[in-house]
């Protein structure tokens, strides 16, 4: 069973940056894909960024392209996003998400993930 454990939460001022860390325990983690994803109160659970096996390919939701990166260290098992000019829109719980059902490409469904962290809250105050 594939385990994550998110880290590096917290609160921030506006223009801050924070870095999020996911380490994942279970399975050998470049057969995963992976994904970050946050909800605010009140909203639904939405992509934030989203990463392939092999870490060449990256996709982002608009909202966060230009300001978030999303990276990951195969041989640290652990994948990470680089929150940069943070907003209080940002502000949400974050969760990271592995699937090991596809061979390839980017992962965007929140339905195509199995495997789910416990979540990190992120607060951006203005």
């Known amino acids: 069973q594939v385990q994550l454990v998110e880290s590096g939460g917290g609160l921030v001022q506006a223009g801050g940056s924070l870095r999020l860390s996911c380490a994942a325990s279970g399975r050998t983690f470049s057969t995963l894909a992976m994904g970050w994803f946050r909800q605010a109160p009140g909203k639904e659970r939405e992509l934030v960024a989203t990463i392939t096996r092999s870490g060449g390919i990256t996709d982002y939701a608009e909202s966060v392209k230009g300001r978030f990166t999303i990276s990951r260290d195969n041989g640290k098992n652990t994948q990470y996003l680089q929150m940069n000019s943070l907003k209080p829109e940002d502000t949400a719980v974050y969760y990271c998400?592995?699937?090991?059902?596809?061979?390839?490409?980017?992962?965007?469904?929140?339905?195509?993930?199995?495997?789910w962290g416990q979540g990190t809250q992120v607060t951006v105050s203005s």
């Open positions: 998400a592995a699937t090991s059902k596809y061979n390839s490409g980017l992962i965007s469904a929140r339905s195509a993930y199995e495997h």
